[in-house]
Structure formats: C-alpha cells, structure tokens
C-alpha cells in the first residue's frame, strides 16, 4: 500500500502549487495537510514526496519566465565566450544565483538529519509561522521600496540566498517569505523582491527534488501518487504565480501576515488539543 494515495496527491498538490511562492510557507501547509489527512509525515518517502513535488511548482516558474530565463542563461553562455559580454547585468545576475545558491546547498547537507528530525515537528512549523510574521511585518514597513530588479548586486544576491536557510532549519518560516524580507529590507520594490525570490528559488527548489526523488520512489510512495501530485502542484503553481505578481504590484505583505499569525495560532490549539500529532 502506498503511503499517499493519488486523492491524497491531488490535495497535497495543490497545497505545494497555492503556496510554494506565497510568503506563507509551502512546508508547513503540507505538513499540516498530512498530519490531518493521517499520512505518517515522519515516513522518509513522504519527506521525499513533498520535496519532489516543488519541482512541478519549479517547472511553472520555468514556463512563466521562460524569456527572461532564456535571456539571463543566453547572456551567461555568450559572457564565458567573450570577456565584452561580462559587462552586463544578466551575465552577472546568472552568476549570482548560483553563487547565493551555494549556502543552502551546505547548511542543507551538513543538517539534513535535524532537517528531517527535530526541526520537522509542527511545534517548530507553528513557531516558525508567526516568527516569521514579525520578520516580514517589520521588512515592509522598514524597506524603502525605492530599488528595481536591474538595481540588484552581488551582495543584494547573497544575502537574500542566504536568508533561505532560515526556511530550510525552521519549515514554517517560509522560503519565499524569508527572501522576499530580506530583498525588502535592502530596500528593492515589492515586485522586484518578489521575482528575486522565484529565480533563486529555482535551483535549491529543483536541486532538494531531484536530491529526493530516489526516497520518494522507494516502497511506500508510488509513481503514480508522485506524477499526480507534481503535476497538479505545476498548474496551480503556475495561476499562484500571476496572481502574486499582480498583487504585490498594488498591496502591501499585510494581509500574508495576519494569515500566517492566524494559521500559526490554529496549529498551536490543534497541537495543545491533540487533534494534531507534532
């Protein structure tokens, strides 16, 4: 018998593809959608399942900015061949996210048996929520919102690539939500923060699959459960992501706040009332 089955796919599906890229953590929602759908959320394929599923959220993200994907990579491979070409900002803008991609590649390795123990438990997930909260609050209301995408710089990419440890040590504070604070602070545009987050996502969210995808094929995950809950998160990730981006256009991250307080708050009564195991 399979761990997951392909209703249960379906479900955690669009839990990864509605919140991989909203600053509510995508880890959370799925540990909590697991726990109340009685799936053994300590079971290492299942760990693995809900890694691999963000590549389907990853793939949506290749979709949606496929020209300007294409045009930083074509910039990259014109910059090694000739030195004039080194001079633009995509060619550097390639090279800084996978250099601020480095750190969590690291920390991920180094800790991944805290990663997948202690630091899995939903008390963490609850805590995290509404630490988190605070952390994003206070970067959009001490971020001047004056700096735009073509103003990023090495150490803009760096530092907010590092800030995705956070999420990886603490599931709940969000990776999406942990960058985008760390953008704002340094003072870049909501919007500019926000497709910050979605491009350095893009090789630890696919590496954390692709690392995982053995585990989730093992005896207690099948194939099916793991095509359908990756596809489904891909096509929902995909309307998850134009919605976002039409939104931070316009509103402020308050409204993410108060839904993460709100859901880090439940998970504390389901916790201390044992409807939720941690």
């Known amino acids: 018998m399979s761990a997951i089955s392909v209703g249960q796919a379906v479900v955690l599906g669009v839990v990864e ?7 509510v953590s995508s880890t959370g929602h799925l540990k909590i959608a697991e726990g109340l759908m009685d799936i053994p959320v300590d079971d290492k394929s299942v760990v693995a399942f809900s890694a691999v599923i963000q590549v389907g959220a990853i793939a949506a993200v290749f979709v949606y900015f496929f020209k300007d ?102 599931p709940g504070f969000s990776r999406s939500g942990a960058t985008m604070s760390t953008a704002l602070v340094l003072d870049l545009d909501r919007v500019a923060a926000t497709r910050l987050s979605f491009f350095l996502g893009i090789p630890a969210l696919t590496g954390a699959g692709l690392y995982e995808l053995k585990d989730a094929l093992g005896a207690s995950v099948g194939a099916v459960p793991l095509a359908v809950g990756t596809i489904v998160s891909f096509v929902v990730a995909y309307a998850s992501i134009a919605w976002l981006l039409k939104f931070v256009a316009k509103h402020s991250f308050n409204a993410f706040v108060l839904y993460r307080i709100a859901v880090g708050v439940l998970l504390f009564g389901l916790l201390g009332t044992g409807v939720l195991s941690a």
């Open 17 to 23: 593809g509605v919140t991989e890229f909203l600053p």
């Open 69 to 170: 994907i294409k045009r930083i990579v074509s910039a990259w491979f014109r910059g090694l061949a000739h030195r004039e070409e080194r001079y633009h900002h995509d060619y550097k803008f390639a090279w800084w996210v996978i250099a601020a991609t480095v750190p969590i590649v690291v920390v991920g390795l180094a800790a991944k048996p805290l990663i997948d123990g202690p630091l899995a438990s939903l008390w963490v997930v609850a805590g995290s929520l509404i630490v988190g909260s605070a952390v994003m609050w206070c970067a959009d209301q001490m971020g001047r919102h004056k700096r735009g995408e073509d103003d990023t710089s090495f150490k803009d990419a760096m530092l907010v690539g590092c800030s995705q440890i956070l999420a990886l040590l603490f």
